[in-house]
């Protein structure tokens, strides 16, 4: 529905902002410029061809609910910690951290869809024992808070 917002972003710029809204109600569009990143899968790069970072992936995914310390990831994969970081971010684009906060993210958005679990007990299942902070990587990372995510996908 992206064209939607892109009509009534056009029509605001040569027609003015009542032109906007006008048209909005005529096709029964809330007008409101919407967020898409909630929409968004990671996928994250698996053919980087780096053998020992597939494997650093692998492992964070595993067990997404352990505090992986890179020190120990990198012990695991044979490297040395600022090797395995530098290597890291080379092949996936990202640095470990924001890998893991991602693998989590997608994780919880599948438990906040599937499950009645609260908001708390998915923070903890994906590895957050501190739920302020889940609560700001999600916010982040979706654009909206998981209440509202839950809302948005249950319908």
């Known amino acids: ?3 939607v917002d892109l009509a009534l972003i056009v029509i605001e710029r040569f027609a003015g902002h009542q032109a906007m809204l006008t048209v909005a109600r005529h096709f029964v569009v809330d007008p409101g ?3 898409q990143r909630r929409f968004k899968r990671f996928q994250p790069k698996m053919d980087h061809g780096d053998k020992p970072i597939l494997q650093g992936q692998r492992l964070l ?3 997404i ?3 992986h310390r890179i020190g120990d990831l990198a012990q695991q994969v044979g490297l040395s910690p600022r ?3 530098r290597r890291f971010a080379k092949a996936t684009g990202l640095s470990i951290t924001e890998y893991g906060q991602r693998v989590r993210v997608e994780q919880a958005k599948a ?3 599937n499950t009645q679990r ?3 007990e998915v923070a903890v299942a994906v590895g957050y024992s501190d739920v302020p902070a889940f609560y700001r990587v999600f916010q982040k990372l979706v654009g909206m808070p998981p209440a509202g995510f839950r809302s948005a996908v249950q319908g």
């Open 1 to 3: 529905m992206a064209w």
């Open 33 to 35: 410029r919407r967020d």
């Open 61 to 63: 995914e595993s067990d």
């Open 65 to 67: 609910a352990s505090a």
């Open 83 to 85: 090797t395995f970081q």
């Open 111 to 113: 438990l906040l869809a």
């Open 118 to 120: 609260s908001i708390p």
